[in-house]
Structure formats: C-alpha cells, structure tokens
C-alpha cells in the first residue's frame, strides 16, 4: 500500500521560508515522478512543483526561483523548500506520487496535506 506522510506546515511570516517533508512508503528510487500540489481557500488545486525519477524539475510561474523541490533517496523523502513567502501562498500543500507524460504530470496517490499559513 502506498502511503504518503506531509509535515512541516505552519504559520510563517511574509518572507520567511519553510521546508515541507513527504515521507513515502517504499523506494522513491522506483517512482516515475513526484509533485507537490496546493490547495487554497476557494481556489481550484494548483500543481506547484514536479520532479522526475531523472532529476528534472518543474514549478508554476508564481512559485519560480522561491521554492525547489528535492528528493532523499536514503531516507526516501521528498522535499518542498519555500523560501520569500507570499500571503498568497497560503494552502493546504499535498505531496503526490505519478507519472510525468509528454502531456505533462498526472498524481496516482496523494497524501493527506499540510497547511501552510503566510500571515504577519
């Protein structure tokens, strides 16, 4: 069963950073690709960062050059750092296991989210 565990959410200040964690069950060695996803108040879910099983990496425009997303593959966890937060980055943040297509990522598994509040 294929088990993904966020943590790391909390209330940051505008322009202070958090690193989100996603503890996943089994080897990420084997997975094709992972993403992280966000959820806000009254907004559709938005897919904020990718990374493929080669290393490469893609992020919406809002979120590029202030986050990056990594993976440990020792400990098999998958980061989110977050760095020049914005209130609008405020969301329930969900850590994602799929497959990256030429049509672009598609998510199989989901864990159960983290909340991140940017708010002085």
């Known amino acids: 069963q294929v088990q993904l565990a966020e943590s790391g959410g909390g209330l940051v200040q505008p322009g202070g950073s958090l690193r989100l964690s996603c503890a996943v069950s089994?080897?990420?060695?084997?997975?094709?690709?992972m993403g992280w996803y966000r959820q806000a108040p009254g907004r559709q879910r938005e897919l904020v960062a990718t990374?493929?099983?080669?290393?490469?990496?893609d992020y919406v425009d809002s979120v590029k050059g202030r986050f990056t997303i990594s993976r440990e593959y020792a400990k098999n966890i998958l980061y989110l750092q977050m760095n020049s937060l914005k209130p609008e980055d405020t969301a329930v943040y969900y850590c994602t296991r799929g497959s990256q297509y030429s049509s672009g990522y598609e998510s199989e598994y989901w864990g159960q989210g983290t909340l991140v509040t940017v708010s002085s």
């Open positions: 089994g080897s990420i060695a084997n997975i094709n690709a």
């Open positions: 990374i493929t099983s080669g290393g490469i990496t």
